[in-house]
């Protein structure tokens, strides 16, 4: 089992950033790929980014590509998406996850068996 923590969320102008965290307990997340997701109002859960174990691989959509950044911390047992040039569209509670079972599929909902509670980032215009 795991259990993740989102933090960092808030309220921001456009064009500024914010940095999220997710911090993992109930076992290490070494052999863990990482992603991040959003969800709007009105709208299904949609992929952000992910991170595999070892952090060697990233994956993004193409709405964050180059204003957003994964990281991960295994020792700490954190992950982290750095968000800059936010957008009012990139408003939404974001949730942390997790896949035990390796890198693939990442921009699916239905491989992750482990989410957090979300952080709502709000972004005005």
């Known amino acids: 089992q795991v259990q993740l923590v989102e933090s960092g969320g808030g309220l921001v102008q456009a064009g500024g950033s914010l940095r999220l965290s997710c911090a993992a307990s109930?076992?290490?997340?070494?052999?863990?790929?990482m992603a991040w997701f959003r969800q709007a109002p009105g709208k299904e859960r949609e992929f952000v980014a992910a991170i595999s174990r070892g952090g060697i691989r990233t994956y993004y959509a193409d709405s964050v590509k180059g204003r957003f950044t994964i990281s991960r911390d295994n020792a700490q047992n954190t992950v982290s998406l750095q968000m800059n040039s936010l957008k009012p569209e990139d408003s939404a509670v974001y949730y942390c996850a997790a896949d035990p079972s390796g890198w693939q599929t990442v921009r699916s909902v239905t491989t992750y068996d482990y989410w957090g509670q979300g952080t709502q980032v709000t972004v005005s215009s």
């Open positions: 109930g076992r290490s997340i070494l052999s863990v790929t």
